[in-house]
């Protein structure tokens, strides 16, 4: 059985990682701030969630939306 060889394409590829990478890491840690933040003020459980959840799901849109076009 015959190997295929990748590497030409590892430049593409660690392009590909990198993007996919800012596109999870960036929202998440966002996420998590406003939750933080949030919660420091004291603000329910339940509201903080949702808020943190919206934050994160605009986030995941505007950096797909930069990465990607």
């Given at each position: 059985m015959e190997?295929?060889?990748?590497?030409p394409?590892?430049?593409q590829m660690n392009h590909m990682v990198i993007q996919i990478a800012l596109i999870i890491?960036?929202?998440l840690v966002a996420g998590?701030?406003?939750?933080w933040i949030l919660r420091k003020f004291?603000?329910?459980n339940g509201i903080a969630n949702i808020i943190s959840?919206?934050?994160l799901l605009v986030l995941f849109?505007?950096?797909f939306q930069i990465?990607?076009?």
């Open positions: 190997k295929i060889d990748f590497s394409l590892k430049g890491v960036i929202p998590l701030i406003v939750k004291k603000i329910p959840v919206l934050v849109y505007r950096t990465v990607v076009g």
